[in-house]
């Protein structure tokens, strides 16, 4: 069982280490004389946007609760990146949820910070999203992104009867006390 629990923090700090890394960037930004009028329409109103992360989360929340079908949005924001998680009716068939979540990240395609933004509808995902923004909103962002990474590598790791180490039986299992004393 340790065993396990150590080749999840290994894969967890892994994934973290990736994260950490893709969003810093490592290249330079060749500039591009001919830049198509959409991109520059979204650069101009990034621009005009706050870089601070809370506020571009906060602001994807909105957009996506102003979708017709989203009860909820929480977002957690990294580097360009975004996860956002919308919270449906949850008696509503699969197919009306897939038409929702395109609809949101139809309406982030039209957006400078939601262009690069993953939609879920996982109430699993949703739920751990939400405790990453709390975590965040509590001072916590690398901590609280780290164990809720874990926890979710841990439900994807499959568990392998192979790999499972029964315990030891003690020497007296299963014996009286008294009995050993006798010996």
């Not at 949005?73 to 949850?90: L, M, P, Q, R, S």
């Not at 909103?137 to 994807?156: C, H, K, W, Y």
Request: aromatic share 4%; hydrophobic share 40%.
């Amino acid at each position: 069982m340790k065993w396990n629990r150590s080749i999840v923090w290994a894969i967890a700090a892994l994934l973290a280490a990736l994260l950490t890394l893709g969003s810093a960037g490592c290249g330079t930004k060749s500039a591009r004389p001919e830049a198509a009028p959409r991109a520059q329409a979204l650069n101009e109103t990034a621009n005009e946007l706050s870089r601070n992360p809370q506020q571009v989360a906060a602001h994807l929340e909105s957009l996506a609760r102003g979708i017709e079908g989203v009860q909820n949005a929480n977002c957690v924001v990294f580097g360009k990146y975004a996860i956002v998680g919308i919270d449906v009716d949850e008696k509503m068939e699969r197919t009306q949820v897939g038409t929702i979540k395109y609809a949101v990240a139809e309406a982030f395609r039209k957006d400078p910070y939601g262009i690069d933004a993953l939609v879920t509808a996982d109430i699993d995902m949703g739920q751990r999203l939400r405790e990453i923004r709390a975590d965040i909103r509590n001072g916590r962002p690398i901590s609280g992104f780290t164990d809720e990474l874990a926890d979710i590598v841990g439900r994807l790791v499959p568990q392998i009867p192979r790999n499972i180490v029964p315990p030891r039986e003690p020497e007296n299992y299963g014996t009286h006390p008294a009995e050993n004393l006798q010996r």
